[in-house]
């Protein structure tokens, strides 16, 4: 072969080798494409898992970011909306639970006023009251004879004891100290402070608490000015010893009654006698009176109990117990309670002539065996318009009772030791304290003497337990 012919071999032959090589170079730069496209659509599956979605969530746009701020400042203003909405709501409930609870309140109040007016309220106490301790019983000490009276300010805050040593002493309820001594009168003597010269039987207090009252043996009332103590009249008309003294509530109309059976009707503001009125068999042994024109008497030894209606003239006789009747106290305007010598404790209605209850030894029973006698009852005290109910004898206790559902029941309830004669017992207005005068001697006589008894004014706490809340409160 010519050296010409193998130079154009090798020259056919080296394209063909370098278009192998380009053929080899596409088919590897096709293979990376390939492989390429293979890795991009693996990296398209990873991303388009439902794992790797869940842990990168996809880019929001700005305008997605402002389209939820703005939905969520809409959502607070209905929520603030609705809050407001339900504060409004439960305010309306409150102010209309409010008005519910002042209605009844008003309605209440207004039935009771009905009741007072008509006499018939029986406001519940008796059972909130706890039998106090002994060692809260304040006693005070000024008397030299038997406390024979005590009556308390309207406002509770002092009280005036009167005894059979002729003195009057004002005390001051939150000291227990003397206020002011009224002395006893020297018989005869000209110039001297005005005063009692015979054993003070009876006092009265007016509702204002501007007047006192006091009646003696000597059958003389004096009137006093209770807050100074000063002497300002003196009513005379009495044969006998004046045993019962009541100021008519609201007034100044003073009744008073005596031994000599008769009740008599003053003017305190005007100075002056209005009327007398007779009836009793017997002498009268106490008197009380209420806000009507009229009074009730017991009649001791006669043993009736009357109701005066002194416009009318006229009176109402009750008969029940079967001894001498001494004391007698109004609950109501139509309800009364009084204490008799044998025992027996009675509840009247005036529209009815015979005790409503009447419970008999009350005070229990004295004496040797087959000779017992019942204790008398010596003082009766009504808190007015409740169902509390205090009793005195010389039994070394005062006794405490309920009135049951329409008077008609009468329930003890704490006996409270106290040793002497009970010859007057008081409830403050509020209810927070009992008064009792306390002597050796009954004050109407000396038929025993109780020598370790002391002449004194006890002053009996009653603490009461607080209510349970009513339902829905």
Request: aromatic share 6%; charged share 30%; with cysteine.
């Amino acid at each position: 072969m010519s050296a010409a012919a193998a130079a154009r071999k090798r020259g056919r032959s080296a394209p063909g080798a370098g278009a192998g090589t380009g053929k080899r170079r596409r088919k590897t730069d096709s293979a990376g494409d390939r492989g390429k496209s293979k890795g991009g659509g693996r990296m398209n599956e990873e991303i388009s898992s439902d794992s790797e979605s869940e842990s990168l969530p996809p880019r929001r746009t700005e305008e997605e970011d402002d389209e939820e701020l703005e939905e969520t400042a809409q959502e607070k203003k209905l929520r603030l909306a609705k809050l407001y909405l339900e504060e409004l709501r439960q305010q309306e409930e409150e102010k209309a639970e409010a008005r519910e609870f002042e209605e009844d309140q008003v309605a209440g109040r207004l039935k009771e006023d009905v009741l007072e007016q008509r006499g018939r309220l029986q406001k519940s106490v008796a059972k909130e009251i706890q039998a106090p301790a002994p060692a809260d019983i304040r006693v005070l000490r000024g008397h030299q004879l038997s406390i024979t009276c005590v009556v308390i300010t309207p406002d509770d805050a002092a009280i005036f004891s009167a005894a059979k040593d002729c003195t009057i002493i004002k005390w001051s309820v939150e000291s227990g100290r003397k206020l002011h001594v009224i002395p006893r009168a020297k018989k005869g003597a000209e110039g001297q402070p005005p005063g009692h010269d015979s054993h003070i039987l009876c006092m009265a207090i007016s509702s204002d608490g501007k007047y006192l009252a006091s009646g003696d043996r000597s059958k003389l009332i004096l009137i006093w000015e209770a807050q100074s103590c000063r002497h300002l009249y003196t009513f005379t008309g009495h044969r006998d010893a004046v045993s019962g003294l009541a100021f008519r509530r609201g007034t100044h109309q003073l009744y008073s009654t005596s031994h000599d059976r008769s009740v008599k009707v003053w003017n305190v503001a005007e100075n002056s006698y209005v009327e007398t009125l007779f009836g009793h068999q017997d002498a009268v042994a106490a008197l009380d009176a209420l806000s009507r024109e009229c009074c009730v008497t017991a009649g001791g030894r006669d043993g009736t109990v009357r109701v005066w209606k002194i416009p009318e003239e006229s009176q109402l006789v009750f008969y029940g117990h079967q001894g001498s009747i001494d004391s007698i106290q109004l609950i109501n305007e139509e309800h009364m309670v009084s204490g008799a010598d044998d025992g027996s404790v009675a509840l009247w209605g005036l529209s009815k002539k015979r005790p409503l209850a009447l419970q008999r030894e009350a005070h229990g029973l004295r004496g040797e065996q087959g000779l017992e006698q019942p204790f008398w009852v010596s003082s009766v005290a009504a808190l007015l318009n409740t169902d509390l109910v205090a009793t005195g004898s010389h039994s070394s206790c005062v006794k405490l009772w309920q009135c049951g559902e329409g008077f008609r029941r009468l329930d003890p309830l704490c006996d409270i030791p106290l040793v002497g004669f009970i010859n007057s017992l008081k409830f403050s207005s509020s209810g927070h304290f009992l008064v009792a005068g306390v002597g050796q001697e009954h004050r109407l006589g000396r038929w025993w003497r109780i020598k370790e008894a002391r002449n004194s004014v006890c002053i009996i706490p009653l603490h009461r337990t607080p209510r349970p809340p009513a339902a829905g409160s």
